[in-house]
């Protein structure tokens, strides 16, 4: 429940448009709501400024309709992450107003249009094409969060003039995202360009002692570069909540 | 050399009252300048908002000064790190108007007091004791980039209560540096309880399967709280510096 | 055989209601029974206070069935961990009154109700919703061992209010099985809470750095709060039997 | 500070033997007192039995005095581990009446005598002679929290009738503490001969795949005795705090 | 092309039963025969006393296959391991007088039986059920190679009494090959109670930390008994062979 | 864009026989051209001599197809690696004229057979028939890039003197590409028979702890014969590269 | 106590020339003597044929003594291994007639000449010069043990044709062991020209991806050579064991 | 021994200036020369072009002095790496005529001015400061083995204007050695700019995740960039090395 549903419902009952049982029932649950399987923190949009984002990996689609179901009386956008084609399917069908982004694997249902919440753009710079959907995850995050979000697809370090022809584009940006796999280089060269703080986040792209995305998870880490900072390997959904939180007005 | 010495030097050729040779002479390094041993970047400040930082491990004390020394002329305020006892001795003989922070192995000079540079304070927590001298490193370097800073020490989630005690202290920060070693949960629980950003160290306390600090890395790396970003083992510098990137102004 | 079978039968044989012979045949395979691909250790009841348990990965339903086969003719209750859906609908129809845990993957066989065997309450808690399997394989195994188990799934520490809203079913417990992936913080926050020893479970969820439940198993060992013991990744099995242990009346 | 010292406090106040103003000095500290440098949390005894207790690695002699300098007002008894000799020479001179053990590396410090708190008795045993330190503070800790401790030392199984000649001893113990480096083996056999909890603790001896002691860790971890847990390597401290906590009467 | 068969040619040469260009031909491949993805060592039977074993992994039916076809016209035995049901069953049809082992994996050719070749009994030890067919290809392979073979299976260390009651036939053993997953304790324990040389064949039976064999392999690299020496992980077919080169008599 | 077709454009527009237009629309995208999913440097065969090659792996084949159709106006080879068979099928659809290497998993389209670059031979050595794809990889790279190329397969050191045997063919080249798995031995005994630079390939062939490849790749690292350069496990393409790059006339 | 020793015991007593008193003192300890911080194995001799060999590596001077001490008594032959120079000076002081190998850092005592107790030569091999220390451990323990060896230095695989000059040594040993660091290649070679066992001892002589010993560990492991059984990192002693244990006549 | 010299001996022994004995005693350690702890290579200059190199580390000064003496009357360049400032002291005492490089801690001994072997100029790059150590090793060795070198030091990927400052001497070399610590990112970038093959090594510079260098190195071996090959970590004098092999003439 964020800080506006909360108001709005502490008006009504002042203003006796909503009966004090009423509003008593809708607040019981703001603590926690028990559904067995899962807590539903509804306290979260108001401690953090949004709500839960349901982790769908390990989980059946019914239990991530049971706590989209309880969300959706509450909050006014719900994220799941790592929804995979099939669970999309079902979960569609069930909340027909929900959108799927099939490449970011992400489901996105919203009650109204988002208001604005960044102070400037965000710009995700993925290193190349294999690393997409890691990127779109961050830029879909980024954007349900009330952001104005930028991207530029391709821009590895072995044609480095490929990035240095976007150099406004990278000084524009108030947060910057750069996703990359193999050596993991890219965030070091981007971050020694801009002023501005980097999020930087491996993929699991390349083979050999890529090791699953390890070696550019630690490049990222021994960045010569200062203004940088790591999430998990393939975690494009923590790096646009971060680049979020950070570009928040 | 930063953007306020940048445009002093071009309104006084303007003026009339700083020839321009002398212009000149100042400016030809301004790209980089070659030590032998070194290519200081002088144009850094402009480009980042802050000077080259020298990094101490494995330079001698002759270096450090050298570069320190090239870097004076042209910079007002230049940072040391990884600085130890010895080297900073033999430092200080040469730059007295320099200051040590033994605990933080850092050295600090300043040719004039900084202008604030921040929006709001940045928090530096350590999970306990020993995690102290990087907490310093976090703490020196973003008060020396412009920023109001606090502390709050050894509150690790053995005993959680210390934490919720300094409840208002943590939601009044703008960015938080949270700073732990062993199984690195710190990060994770107060993440959880504000709605800012957090920017997680681990250090290499601890023993056994602490592995040098992987295993509170990889920890925080998986934090379930998704406001949270990390740095390299006890890498209290960068910390420091992205905290500063986020709150500047 | 366990020790209440034991005295029977030798009461049997004193009373002359059971012949010398038959006795003797009972006994013969105390030691152990070969029955080729193992060797069946029917003395383990009397050592240990409860039977062999079979191991179901990397045997075949045969496997399975024949080792329960000789065990049934010397026990009143026989565990299987490790068997998966196909393995159990082969075996169920072998053993109809045994039982099928699908998620906890477990069958269970008794001859009778199992008597109480513990001396207070085991309290089961999951850090999250994809935790569920190895905290049922917990559960199963503590409740088949004759104890009072009760659970607790979903309190995380990115919302640790929800855990701190049941402080008084942490506080009854005489002991505590913390299951939890990821980052592995919660045994570490319950341990500080209680002073009753607390078994902690990784798990294999999470991504990336958490390697398959590694990173989750190293902050464990690591806890800060020293009433911590460890069994290995998605072992619910041995959390459940060592807590049984320490819960004997 | 622990029950017995704040129910004596209380009932003065009831008495009238102290006074209002006294009392409340004593418990203005009960959550948590801060020195700077640490937050001493007072709560602990009442909140799990037992004091914090000091890890002594990676802080000064000052730091450890300042702490055990403020708990020795609200306990009866204070430990120290992981305290060199040097340390310890420093911290006897201020506190006379503590005893160091040097082969463990920890301080206790006692008002009086303690109280036995344990059901039966824990049994600490060693494989090699070289594990003896890592078994001592075992043995230290599990005998300062008031339990009967007895020790059984190298008999690694090489040489396995060595161990099976002290069987009774074996099953006479209440809890058992396992210590072994190397390959890690003895608390699997210790473990398929009794029907008691065993507390498995691996150590750094070994060389070459040792690998300071990972590989006992994991061998432990692995155990196909099923009433083994385990903790941090070379953790004896630990190890013997767990079984206290079982043995708890 | 062993020993026995290259003096028999040479006397049918020296007889005049045998032609020299028909010899020639017969030896021309002596040092190897290059069939394009295979250069076959004919020469190795007459080095090794034994020819090249095919290691089926990775080739296709029709590459083992024509390794075969060239081998069998100068050897006496040849082996095959590594080769799956699919890749066996085209094998068989192609070479209707070899012999798949399922369990093993392994085809075994022999155009006569075998000569006795060993000094002693090689005895295969298996910790568990599950380590079988790692045991079958140590088993199948020594016995190939002409040696006495018995098998022990199912006597891990849980209940250390089964491998106790078969002492005399440990004792009687010229070899030992001990075949163990999960901690990898048996070797050490069967090592300490023989006076001959141990094989120890570590398996990548377990979960969790077992790390695919990789625990089991480095305890047993670490045994604390001095007369083991360790193969690959599950590498049955290596243990075999070493065995049957001590026991060449 | 080649030296040869950039030299050729500009004759011609010289020469008046294409318009300034024309010439200019082929021009405008040679520092990149920007195809959404990817940034095609078509500057690349002018600054590194060789056209940009497509890592298939984690690209669709309408990805694959994308950036092939859009460097074929302006190269005369292009490459593809690690494409699978579904997808060469429709990519051999949509461009008949190119040629795919089952083995090698290689794309390979020509305008125009290749003029010689290299000015001596490239061996490409491989230990075992196992090791085949890989080998095949680094031969069709340095092939496509116009060197002769011989190779020799299944030379393992098991059997070393058939290595021997070609001595000559290993002295005659001018780099040597040498592919091995398993214990990686290979290229330090080739290196140290000859005196040409050796580029190590490191395969993932093996099991137990050859660890996916990476034994091989750190013996080859560690190789005692100092002539030796490592590339990425696998990496046949890369090894045939810088082998190319080298013998570049 | 070995079987000559024990035969001759018995003799006495049944000769009348030694008291059943006295020989009953003697044989007290058969089973293991307890000196405090070692159970001495006394029986060791007789079940395995030869007694235990002391650890030195964290044991005092003081404990190696007092180990010494109590096996002369019953031991014809006693060995310590990992003695320091410093500890070995205490050592020789005590027992003078004692031999002390400083490379090998062994100490050596024997009550008389040691009898032939193998069939074979034994012959140690060491890749490079640094490699010596370990290989002296090897050399000494067989020869200790009773074995005819011989030792062959520096023939690493960077220049072969070194062993292949000692074509002759090679096949005419019994038993090989083969000491390597770095990439660990030469047991592989060696095996592939013999067929006799090869026992192969890694040694953490090398830098970078050596990491310690472990490449040429694995390396061994990965043998593409059958005949090769491996020990730990630098084990030379256990090589030597295993190796006299394999050639016992 | 060298081609020149043989040749020169061989035409005295023709011409009658040199006695067939002595001639004879001169060539008698051609294959290799046994002193015990080394079996000198002398063949090596025939066979690779340059003579074995002393790895000075874990030899002493008399080893090393030893192999030199034996090498110096065959050749007319020996060097020795990883050789420290102590054993330098004494081993110029013995040889004056050799030079010291403390920096790259080698020594190199000469009889004559070398003649230019190399093709083109070899470049050696370092990213940073920190680096130069290696750096230098790589520029001694090829210069001993008769290249021209240059150098360019601190051009890390921080501030990339530095290396794009000097493109002129980056497309001017023939092969360059690019050596660079913490995420090893230079060599991509540098090799994504030139159309000659790059030698990248990794240095242990760093701390936290760099791991010693393997960051570095992992990152180099998944380079974007095609013309990249990597030897082992801070291994200076392979790259040398190689890079000579790849430029000679």
């Not at 419902?9 to 029932?25: H, I, K, N």
């Not at 949004?50 to 689609?61: C, D, L, M, N, Q």
Request: proline share 4%; glycine share 10%; hydrophobic share 45%.
């Amino acid at each position: 429940m964020n800080q506006d549903l909360l108001l709005k419902l502490l008006q009504e009952v002042a203003a006796g448009t909503r009966s004090v049982p009423d509003a008593s029932r809708q607040l019981e649950h703001l603590a926690c709501q028990d559904i067995g399987y899962a807590q539903v923190d509804h306290h979260r949009s108001l401690r953090k400024g949004f709500p839960e984002v349901i982790y769908g990996e390990g989980k059946t689609a019914e239990q991530i309709a049971g706590i989209m179901e309880c969300m959706i009386s509450q909050e006014n956008v719900v994220l799941a992450t790592r929804v995979d084609a099939g669970k999309a399917q079902s979960l569609l069908t069930r909340f027909p107003s929900a959108q799927y982004h099939a490449e970011a694997r992400m489901l996105v249902w919203r009650s109204a249009p988002l208001p604005a919440a960044g102070r400037g753009t965000i710009l995700v710079i993925a290193a190349g094409t294999s690393d997409l959907p890691v990127a779109m995850e961050a830029y879909i995050t980024a954007q349900a969060m009330g952001n104005r979000v930028e991207q530029l697809i391709d821009v590895g370090v072995a044609g480095i003039h490929r990035l240095f022809r976007h150099r406004e584009m990278l000084e524009a940006a108030r947060v910057l995202v750069v996703v990359a796999g193999m050596e993991g280089a890219l965030p070091s060269v981007v971050a020694g360009m801009v002023s501005r703080p980097v999020i930087a986040v491996p993929t699991s792209i390349g083979y050999g002692v890529s090791l699953g995305g390890l070696t550019a998870l630690f490049a990222m880490l021994n960045s010569c570069s200062s203004n940088v900072a790591v999430v998990n390997i393939d975690n494009g959904f923590g790096a646009g909540y971060v680049a979020a939180m950070i570009n928040r007005a």
